[in-house]
């Protein structure tokens, strides 16, 4: 069983707080956030790894999500949540193991053997399967459950593509197809694709899942454990208590878990360091603002645990209706937004310098490689954004306060969680920002619940602030943000130079070429002005010392059954209703 919550998709949203995905080592003193702050050397990963034998059996691990999870598959658009991701990490099987960078191992529990080969100018990747894994219904895993996700989710259905979290890279598989028996998986390219461990890393989800898209769409219930594998299995789920709990599976045919059982409880963001502190819950990836980072400080036996993440926080406009669907105006506005006093507010008192953070790229995390700033033109201008409402026809009136053009006055909403800080403070800066250059911002206000499947995902927002998750293969998901008809894609905004771009990433084998039609792509998205980088975020995991093989996994993943303590004393969180 993998923790890696990067098991599918590109990117997940989740719903308000989100998962810190990175790791170092130990815990500090908070600092200055500011620009002229020593930048801090990240690293890859902290999970105080120990072997399983060195750790004791038993114990108790309490994880707190930020809501309900409204689906259970991870295939689906409203299951590709960073919520559903740590369930799901601990319920759900992988093919692989990755390392810190990014390099994958098999992970015998599911997969014995694979084979990566060139044949007839396409990847074709066999995979052989341990026959002893089985889903909880009992069925084998086999290639059968393969064909049946890839038939389910290649985007040539319109009703099952509307529901899929994304399209990218089962577009293009060409076939599936069994080889010696039905635990060889021989999977076909449409060319070269050197992402398909994105695609095929996983288990999957049972064929039985895929029937149709009322079957497909129709798991929201916890205590239905016929579609998951692995060591651990849902013992009990209470949505009125919103607290599921976790046992050793009966069915497991690998090394027995270390834990006894794992609590996942929702909790408010606003309540996690307090909750860590009291030994309420073990974990909080979540930390993402000063006052939590000093309240897991104050637990005693805790630590927290430091590294490079892969989550951006973002504006998103909705282009698809409404004044926000002229380009040149989202031009304008994006000039006329401060992004470097959000990344100094949303992150002051952190540990990692706020300059160190500031995000150019709609995918490279500043940490990687093949990062570069493609902000270019849309940089903070004031002066310049002025002048480009201007030209467009949007004019102040004497006396007035918010722009003008044909008797309409220049107003757009932002969906605000007003209670949750990162939230609230772009809000309120880009409300000030806003109106420095003439332009209205009406607060929109909602709650966790309704952020996500309600607003955002319905496209009922004009411009909202919110995070998305990366993964091991930054230039794999393009199309499932960005792409023409994909449910993810929640901007309405999609053009044709932009897919060309997309397809020709996703199978070039030359990773510098394939790296410069990424950053051509980028610039294509930064002119669009739909998703609007602000940050990316150090990964910040608070957990219990004595914990090991769990923290800030960075780019790595990690075996479930392996998670366990040095010492079991005061182990043991005790989950409250």
Not at 31 to 37: L, N, R
Not at 433 to 443: A, S, T
Request: glycine letters at 8%.
């Amino acid at each position: 069983m993998m923790i890696n919550r990067r098991l599918f998709l590109g990117g997940s949203a989740s719903v308000a707080a989100l998962a810190a995905l990175a790791a170092c080592s130990g815990s500090g003193s908070s600092s200055s956030s500011g620009a002229s702050a020593t930048p801090t050397k990240l690293a890859a990963s902290d999970i105080n790894k120990v072997d399983r034998s060195r750790l004791k059996k038993g114990g108790e691990l309490t994880i707190p999500i930020g809501t309900w999870i409204p689906n259970y598959n991870r295939l689906h658009i409203d299951g590709n949540t960073v919520d559903a991701a740590t369930l799901a990490s601990f319920v759900l099987g992988s093919n692989f193991i990755w390392a810190d960078d990014a390099s994958i191992s098999v992970d015998k529990d599911y997969c014995t053997d694979y084979k990566e080969e060139e044949k007839d100018g396409n990847t074709v990747i066999t995979l052989t399967l341990n026959p002893k894994a089985k889903w909880n219904s009992g069925e084998s895993i086999n290639v059968a459950d393969y064909k049946a996700a890839w038939e389910f989710c290649n985007g040539t259905d319109e009703a099952k593509t509307a529901v899929v979290a994304s399209t990218d890279g089962w577009d293009h598989i060409k076939s599936i197809e069994q080889g010696a028996d039905e635990f060889e998986v021989i999977t076909t390219f449409d060319g070269i694709f050197p992402d398909w461990s994105s695609v095929i890393g996983g288990a999957t989800v049972p064929a039985a899942l895929c029937k149709d898209v009322d079957t497909f769409s129709g798991w929201t219930d916890a205590s239905k454990t016929d579609y998951w594998t692995g060591p651990f299995i849902v013992t009990s789920a209470d949505k009125t208590k919103q607290i599921i709990t976790l046992g050793h599976n009966p069915n497991w045919w690998g090394d027995e878990p270390l834990l006894d059982t794992v609590t996942i409880k929702v909790v408010d963001a606003s309540q996690l360091g307090t909750a860590f502190a009291n030994s309420e819950i073990d974990t909080v990836d979540t930390i993402i603002d000063a006052s939590t980072y000093q309240q897991c400080q104050q637990r005693s036996d805790g630590e927290i645990r430091q590294a490079a993440g892969l989550e951006w926080r973002h504006f998103t406009m909705n282009g698809a209706s409404g004044v926000l669907a002229d380009q040149k105006l989202r031009q304008a506005l994006v000039k006329g937004i401060d992004r470097e006093t959000i990344t100094e507010a949303d992150l002051q008192g952190l540990p990692v310098p706020a300059s160190q953070l500031q995000l150019g790229n709609h995918f490279f995390m500043p940490n990687d490689a093949d990062y570069q700033d493609n902000t270019g033109d849309y940089k903070f201008n004031k002066e310049q954004a002025i002048k480009d409402l201007e030209s467009l026809g949007w004019m102040l009136p004497d006396g007035k306060d918010y722009r003008e053009k044909d008797g309409k006055t220049l107003s757009i909403k932002y969906l605000r969680l007003p209670d949750f800080a990162p939230s609230a403070t772009e809000g309120k800066v880009l409300q000030a920002n806003m109106k420095d250059i003439g332009v209205e911002i009406v607060m929109d206000d909602t709650n966790n619940d309704d952020f996500f499947p309600e607003r955002i995902k319905k496209g009922n927002f004009e411009i909202v602030a919110f995070t998305w998750k990366g993964t091991d293969w930054p230039m794999a998901n393009i199309g499932q943000i960005y792409g023409k008809g994909s449910a993810s894609n929640y901007t309405g905004v999609w053009s044709e130079e932009l897919e060309k771009l997309i397809d020709e990433v996703a199978k070039e084998a030359d990773h510098k070429k394939r790296v410069e039609l990424a950053q051509k792509a980028d610039k294509i998205i930064w002119d669009e002005a739909i998703v609007t980088p602000i940050y990316s975020r150090a990964g910040y995991v608070a957990v219990p010392k004595a914990l090991a093989n769990y923290g800030a996994f960075g780019l790595s993943s990690g075996r479930t059954q392996d998670i366990g303590y040095t010492d079991l004393s005061g182990a043991t969180a005790t989950p409250s209703a």
